[in-house]
């Protein structure tokens, strides 16, 4: 079945420090690759996505490129700030079939501090 | 269009009781999902609505939950006899087709609490 593994957490950074969240999946199909984001209080918000081999999905100065040949789609962030301190998470939607739920990872939790 | 709501936003019940919550969608999504998520993990998925119709559901949806979307507009969970086991998130997304063009917009959630 499909899975997406996330690496560990938690992940603390400084203030304008360089971030990357690993993420690999396992998926049947031709799955599209998401990152949510779930700030304090708050529900899951898309943050990015990327539908296809080679695409780059980008928002909020946050990239991520789903790399087939790897099963990867690791955001990455060239400088956080105190606002990203928040929870993400990485999902695929495999549309072989007419559901296209999602199935998540665990979820990392992100701390930047000033 | 205020997005996807979701009511009450907590619940605290004690075990053995019956609970529903309430979720209404964008208006013009057609799809319509129901995910669970307890401390530490993430989102897993329940049950999917292509309008009014329940088309599939997961093993993690025992038969102490029903869903309900009547009419294809909002829908309902119920959970009969609740367990302590059921205390989560309950999380309702919807999107328009697959989703997988535009995305899923995702509710703020129900908090349930069993004691």
């Known amino acids: 079945g499909n899975s997406v593994t996330q690496m560990e957490g938690p992940v603390t950074l400084s203030e304008e420090a360089f971030l990357t969240i690993n993420c690999t999946y396992t998926?049947?199909?031709?799955?599209?690759l998401f990152w949510y984001v779930q700030y304090p209080g708050e529900g899951l918000q898309l943050l990015l996505k990327?539908?296809?081999?080679?695409d780059k999905g980008s928002n909020k100065g946050f990239e991520a490129t789903y790399r087939k040949e790897t099963t990867s789609f690791h955001l990455e962030k060239g400088s956080v700030q105190v606002s990203d301190s928040a929870v993400y998470f990485c999902?695929?939607?495999?549309?072989?079939?007419?559901?296209?739920?999602?199935?998540f990872g665990k979820g990392i939790t992100l701390s930047v501090r000033p | 269009d205020t997005g996807v709501s979701q009511d009450p936003r907590h619940k605290i019940t004690k075990r053995g009781q019956n609970v529903t919550f309430r979720c209404d969608p964008i208006?013009?999504?057609?799809?319509l999902y129901w995910y669970r998520q307890t401390l530490g993990q993430g989102p897993e998925f329940l049950t999917y609505?292509?309008?009014?119709?329940?088309?599939?559901k997961s093993r993690l949806l025992s038969d102490r939950f029903s869903a309900e979307r009547p009419k294809g507009s909002f829908s309902t969970l119920e959970i009969q006899r609740t367990e302590q086991g059921d205390s989560a998130m309950y999380l309702c997304?919807?999107?328009?087709?697959?989703?997988?063009?535009?995305?899923?917009?995702f509710g703020s959630g129900t908090r349930l609490t069993v004691v």
């Open positions: 990327a539908t296809k081999a080679d």
């Open positions: 609505f292509q309008n009014e119709a329940q088309l599939e």
């Open positions: 999902a695929l939607s495999d549309s072989n079939g007419a559901n296209s739920k999602l199935t």
């Open positions: 998926a049947t199909g031709y799955p599209s």
């Open positions: 208006s013009e999504h057609n799809r």
């Open positions: 997304a919807s999107s328009s087709g697959t989703g997988e063009r535009y995305g899923y917009t």
